[in-house]
């Protein structure tokens, strides 16, 4: 079954404690992105990468890093989390940038 | 910068009534735009994709139409149904600067179909 899978999906951190949600998708997608939703701010996108190896920074990138070291994996990075990164998290994918794009499930991340 | 606007932000109709969700944005310059459902605490799944040069898109009882130059576009839902009770996000797609192409999202209009 074509996915993009998140994990974990729920976590309970504390401030400081680095964290890495993982993503894979399992349809050689080229293009992969991470966002954010919160509620009254829509969906933000935090890091998009159009291929392996090449990395670029979305609307809020601030507290966030990613890695594309191959292309069915994008994990996205917390190095020492804030409260105000406590959101709900989905990564995407689509075969190129542009195309129909396929999104996990989501990863609610709360930050104490 | 480009912004995309959902109205209204939420909608109740009686099952069985047809109905228009709204989406417009600022910035004509799109490559295309999508259409999502995104059902409570789950992630987003694509319901119909437009390219900037196609005035419309269907796939069963859904029905998108873009007006590039106006800045719009409408998701026709006929029939509705209990089952399409959801929430509707628009999402263009195009430049955003420094060499940058860039997915925006709108904040999405909540509809509750009524039995």
């Known amino acids: 079954e074509a996915q993009v899978t998140q994990n974990p999906r729920y976590l309970i951190t504390v401030t400081g404690k680095k964290l890495t949600v993982t993503c894979s998708q399992n349809m050689n997608h080229e293009y992969m992105s991470w966002y954010r939703q919160d509620p009254g701010l829509g969906l933000r996108q935090i890091y998009y990468s159009m291929n392996v190896e090449v990395t670029d920074k979305g609307d809020v990138p601030e507290g966030y890093k990613v890695s594309r070291k191959e292309k069915r994996n994008f994990p996205l990075i917390l190095e020492s989390p804030s409260p105000n990164q406590t959101s709900l998290y989905f990564c995407a994918s689509s075969l190129a940038a542009g195309n129909t794009i396929y999104f996990g499930e989501g990863s609610w991340l709360t930050v104490v | 910068k480009q912004e995309v606007t959902q109205i209204p932000a939420a909608l109740s109709v009686p099952e069985g009534e047809n109905l228009v969700l709204n989406c417009s944005f600022t910035?004509?310059?799109?490559?295309?735009l999508q259409w999502f459902r995104q059902d409570p605490g789950k992630g987003l799944t694509s319901l119909l994709l437009?390219?900037?040069?196609?005035r419309e898109q269907t796939s069963g009882r859904l029905n998108a139409s873009l007006d590039k130059s106006s800045g719009r576009s409408t998701l026709y839902i006929a029939a509705s149904q209990p089952g399409d009770s959801a929430t509707y996000l628009c999402a263009v797609y195009g430049y955003s600067g420094a060499g940058s192409y860039q997915l925006t999202f709108g904040k999405g209009t909540k509809l509750s179909v009524i039995p």
């Open positions: 437009i390219q900037s040069s196609q």
């Open positions: 910035d004509s310059a799109i490559y295309n």
